[in-house]
């Protein structure tokens, strides 16, 4: 499997230090200020500890997870990578996505949750090893939480002990599934609202240990349930198991809200904590991971340069992206603008946030020059075009791939080829490298 390799200078090495100040817990790089050149992101206390706690080593433990193991690999080779932290002027977001990819957690600390002394909009890769995740699973409601996020270093003092964790190469699965998630949420639909009660009852109901049958969630009588089969209003959920890390903070949250996408049947479970909120999407089959589902491909295939560029001048860390003012700021339509943000998307420079119902912007420290080559539909969509492959009919297009011709037609839900990739996949992967290739040629003649 490969790997982005990134290379971290530290500020300093790793330190051990004993004290006696017991109520102080501090993620943090042991330094308040700028050091040899590195930014300072933030510096701010935590006005709900136990809660800003759990949500981080939730997500601690989602990256530490995999929810599968294909037979071939063993699990002792397998490796996670760091969350990354997001400071924007009114939320701080930690995110990161499962070893197996399959599921993607973040946990928002919005305007309310912190008292911040020093904020400055940026982007690091943050690690939480099994020390950290240890301390923070010990903050209490009277404890202090002091976060202060650097560019190179992220770590945690407790009792004046402080931990720098050693960093590991970002899987390139990684790169792609932080854009797919983005635009897999776009597309999702609020299913229903469960008060904390409730969601308690229906998380301590799910099946025991690991469960990879498909399952349909539905309410009735304000009681979520599981049936063996679909009825109205239901989700699928498959690997229930992958919910049973939001069971320790339900009893805290305001309730459970739960969000999917009827393309794919991925589904997003937020845990509403009022100026809090911590996010767990789950994307339809555990042994799947969103690194593969295509649904960015696209938008990087018909979003135009013009408008992408007009766009990324507009972006200035906004934690909520305004479509309608964007396209009057930069003359496009609405339907550009929102084309021309999934290819952002695609590029790691937005997210999504499904409680505000809009992309907000931010810039992965990944090299975002490499996600053309993590994209080999994309490259063979392209080697389609120039060898002029593609025909438009008055139905469609006819496509020449490797001598054989395959029909592209436009039906009620979308796109439909004839190749054998479509008809296995169909919409749920996105779109086959025929489609992008007629996709890409219709965008050439507009």
């Known amino acids: 499997m490969s790997a982005i390799d990134r290379t971290y200078r530290y500020a300093r090495a790793s330190a051990y230090l004993t004290g006696t100040d017991a109520n102080r817990l501090s993620l943090t790089s042991d330094s308040t200020t700028a050091f040899d050149g590195v930014k300072r992101f933030l510096e701010a206390r935590a006005l709900?500890?136990?809660?800003?706690?759990?949500?981080?080593?939730?997500?601690?433990?989602?990256?530490?997870?995999?929810?599968?193991?294909?037979?071939?690999?063993?699990?002792?080779?397998?490796r996670e990578a760091d969350p990354v932290a997001t400071v924007s002027p009114g939320a701080v977001r930690f995110e990161g996505f499962s070893s197996c990819c399959s599921a993607y957690a973040r946990m928002d600390l919005n305007e309310g949750a912190l008292d911040v002394s020093f904020r400055r909009n940026g982007t690091t890769n943050v690690d939480f090893g099994p020390e950290l995740r240890g301390a923070l699973a010990n903050v209490g409601a009277n404890a202090e939480l002091r976060l202060s996020i650097e560019e190179n270093a992220v770590g945690i003092t407790r009792n004046n002990r402080t931990i720098v964790e050693k960093k590991v190469p970002l899987?390139?699965?990684?790169?792609?599934?932080?854009?797919?998630?983005?635009?897999v949420m776009a597309n999702?639909?609020?299913?229903?609202?469960?008060?904390?009660?409730?969601?308690?009852?229906?998380?301590r109901a799910l099946p025991r240990g690991k469960n990879d049958q498909v399952q349909f969630v539905s309410v009735r009588g304000g009681a979520a349930q599981l049936s063996a089969r679909p009825n109205d209003g239901s989700i699928p959920l498959r690997g229930s198991h992958r919910l049973r890390?939001?069971?320790?903070?339900?009893?805290?949250?305001?309730?459970?809200?739960?969000?999917?996408?009827?393309?794919?049947?991925?589904?997003?479970?937020?845990?509403d904590f009022g100026v809090q909120r911590f996010w767990l999407v789950l994307n339809a089959d555990p042994w799947r991971g969103f690194s593969g589902d295509g649904g960015t491909l696209s938008g990087m295939a018909k979003s135009g340069a013009d408008?992408?560029?007009?766009?990324?001048?507009?972006?200035?860390?906004?934690?909520?992206?305004?479509?309608?003012?964007?396209?009057?700021?930069?003359?496009?339509?609405?339907?550009?603008?929102e084309s021309a943000l999934a290819e952002l998307a695609a590029r790691g420079l937005v997210g999504f946030d499904l409680s505000r119902n809009g992309y907000f912007h931010r810039v992965l420290p990944f090299d975002l020059e490499q996600l053309d080559d993590l994209n080999?539909?994309?490259?063979?969509?392209?080697?389609?075009?120039?060898?002029?492959?593609?025909?438009?009919?008055?139905?469609?297009?006819?496509?020449?791939?490797?001598?054989?011709?395959?029909?592209?037609?436009?039906?009620?839900?979308?796109?439909?080829?004839?190749?054998?990739?479509?008809?296995?996949?169909?919409?749920?992967?996105?779109?086959?490298?025929?489609?992008?290739?007629?996709?890409?040629?219709?965008?050439?003649?507009?």
Not at 317 to 333: E, P, R, Y
Not at 426 to 444: D, S
């Open 245 to 271: 890390v939001l069971e320790p903070m339900v009893g805290r949250s305001e309730g459970l809200e739960v969000f999917a996408s009827d393309a794919t049947g991925a589904s997003a479970w937020a845990l």
């Open 307 to 337: 408008a992408v560029s007009a766009l990324r001048a507009q972006l200035n860390w906004q934690d909520q992206i305004d479509v309608s003012s964007l396209a009057k700021a930069t003359g496009h339509t609405p339907q550009m603008v």
């Open 376 to 446: 080999p539909r994309l490259k063979a969509a392209i080697e389609l075009l120039d060898d002029g492959a593609v025909k438009l009919t008055t139905a469609g297009a006819d496509v020449t791939s490797q001598g054989i011709v395959h029909s592209v037609n436009q039906s009620g839900e979308g796109w439909c080829c004839t190749c054998p990739w479509f008809a296995k996949h169909g919409r749920k992967r996105g779109p086959c490298k025929h489609v992008l290739a007629v996709e890409m040629q219709l965008e050439k003649q507009a």
């Open 48 to 78: 709900i500890p136990d809660i800003s706690a759990k949500g981080l080593r939730a997500v601690s433990e989602v990256v530490a997870a995999r929810y599968y193991v294909p037979p071939a690999m063993l699990a002792k080779t397998l």
């Open 171 to 183: 899987p390139s699965r990684w790169i792609k599934g932080f854009a797919e998630v983005q635009v």
């Open 188 to 203: 999702m639909r609020p299913t229903f609202r469960l008060p904390r009660v409730a969601a308690q009852r229906f998380l």
